[in-house]
């Protein structure tokens, strides 16, 4: 079992930078390939990014390419999430989600645990 906690979210104006990060319990979290989703309202949760479990390969959704940046401390059970040039449309609920796999994945059903997650708001 692993448990995640994701905290750094609030409001930010458009523009500007965020981080994210998502704090693991348990001492297996090298083991997890983990991910970034987020669920803007009224719409379905979707992939944001992913890296495995050495850190060595990401993954980002083309909406945020060259925009975030995700990475993790393992000695630390820690993943991030770091955003910058935010824009509205990046508005949403983030959640990080933990797969029990060295490979990273894009799609909700490939991970196994999932934190509660963190609002993220962009103003204009």
């Known amino acids: 079992q692993v448990q995640l906690v994701e905290s750094g979210g609030g409001l930010v104006q458009a523009g500007g930078s965020q981080r994210l990060s998502c704090a693991a319990s348990?001492?297996?979290?090298?083991?997890?390939?983990m991910g970034w989703f987020r669920q803007a309202p009224g719409k379905e949760r979707e992939f944001v990014a992913t890296?495995?479990?050495?850190?060595?390969?990401?993954y980002y959704a083309d909406s945020v390419k060259g925009r975030f940046t995700i990475s993790r401390e393992n000695a630390k059970n820690t993943v991030y999430l770091q955003m910058n040039s935010l824009k509205p449309e990046d508005t949403a609920v983030y959640f990080c989600?933990?797969?029990?796999?060295?490979?990273?994945?894009?799609?909700?059903?490939?991970?196994?645990?999932w934190g509660q997650g963190t609002q993220v708001t962009v103003s204009s």
């Open positions: 989600a933990a797969r029990n796999s060295f490979s990273t994945a894009t799609m909700t059903h490939e991970y196994n645990y």
């Open positions: 348990g001492r297996t979290f090298p083991s997890y390939a």
């Open positions: 890296i495995s479990r050495s850190g060595v390969m990401t």
